[in-house]
Each structure stands twice: as structure tokens, then as C-alpha cells.
């Protein structure tokens, strides 16, 4: 009897050990691109890490359920998504006593500043079909295919919105700098 409950706890061990060796797998592959995704998603630091942590929290609780390895980002992708909708769902505005908040002067910001923030208002500016696929391209690498298996959509209709996206955004960065052409000369 004694004998029998020791191999069935050895038996437990090995899976909590085999599952731990998988989720230090997956956070050291990932960590970094959830990071960053949830960075772009909320542009703050400190909220974009306490989602990732939120994220992993989760993928450690169902990681039994992650069958494929391959779509493992995608699944993190996924959880973190949930995560930030979470987050609107519990939120409760904050107020502010006006005499307490100091204006910032931005006009000291280097121009790098100012073309990164305008990018990424235009890209804020495309609807949210076509602002999805392209940052999954853009910041994930995602090829077509898994952007279309990430959203549930088909190859085709990712390759569209995809195309339709960039070329929205060229059509603003041109209309943007044909009016500061008229306006400097």
C-alpha cells in the first residue's frame, strides 16, 4: 500500500515538474512579444505588464489545454486580447482635482517622437478589420496564414484587409504631407 502511494505521488511530481519545465518554455519564448503587443494595446507600462502577467497566470492554469505547441502565440495572443477586454469591463473612472494636474509642454519632443505618434494615429485611425491583421503583421511577424487562423478569418480575406490597410495608410501619409505642403509654402 505504501509502496503504491509513493509511486503515485512520484507519478504527480514528474507531471507538475514536465508542466512547469513547459510553462518557463513557453514564457521564455513569448514573453517579450506579449510585452509588446500589450504595450501597443494600452500604452502604458505599467498596465501592459500587469496584463502580461495576468496573461501568463492564465496560460499556467490552462496550459493542459494548449495541445498544439505550434499555436502557442497565437493562444497567448488570444488570452491577452480577453485580458485587455477584461479590463474595460471592471474599470471605473478616475477623477482628478484640476489644480492638482500640470500641463507638459511637448514641444520639446524630437521628431522621431512626433512621426511615431503620427503613425501610430494613423493607424489607430483604420478600422478595426483592417488595424488587426496588420499589426499582427507588423509587430508579430505573423505570416497570412496564421493571422487567418489567429482571427478566424480565410487566407484571402486576411491578404485583403492586409493590402486595403497599407494602402489607407499611404493615402493619409500623403494627404497629411500635401497639407503641411500648402500650409509651409
Known amino acids: ?27 521564455k519564448a513569448f514573453h517579450t512579444d506579449i510585452y509588446r503587443y500589450a504595450f501597443w494595446l494600452v500604452k502604458d507600462q505599467s498596465v501592459a505588464e500587469d496584463i502580461v502577467q495576468e496573461t501568463f497566470l492564465r496560460a499556467w492554469r490552462s496550459l493542459d489545454a494548449l495541445n498544439d505547441e505550434k499555436a502557442a502565440k497565437s493562444w497567448l495572443i488570444t488570452i491577452l486580447r480577453r485580458e ?13 482635482d484640476i489644480d492638482d494636474v500640470s500641463i507638459q509642454d511637448e514641444t520639446q519632443q524630437a521628431d522621431d517622437d512626433v512621426s511615431n505618434r503620427e503613425l501610430q ?13 496588420l499589426i499582427l503583421q507588423i509587430i508579430f511577424g505573423f505570416s497570412g496564414e496564421e493571422i487567418a487562423d489567429q482571427l478566424g478569418l480565410n487566407k484571402n480575406t486576411v491578404m485583403t484587409r492586409l493590402f486595403r490597410a497599407r494602402n489607407q495608410l499611404k493615402e493619409a501619409l500623403e494627404k497629411q504631407n500635401e497639407q503641411r505642403g500648402r500650409a509651409n509654402g
Open 1 to 27: 500500500m505504501f509502496a503504491r502511494k509513493k509511486t503515485e505521488n512520484a507519478q504527480v511530481l514528474s507531471v507538475m515538474k514536465a508542466k512547469h519545465h513547459r510553462y518557463e518554455a513557453l514564457v
Open 84 to 96: 485587455n477586454a477584461r479590463r474595460f469591463e471592471r474599470k471605473q473612472l478616475e477623477t482628478v
Open 121 to 133: 494615429r494613423l493607424l489607430g485611425g483604420l478600422s478595426i478589420e483592417y488595424r488587426e491583421p
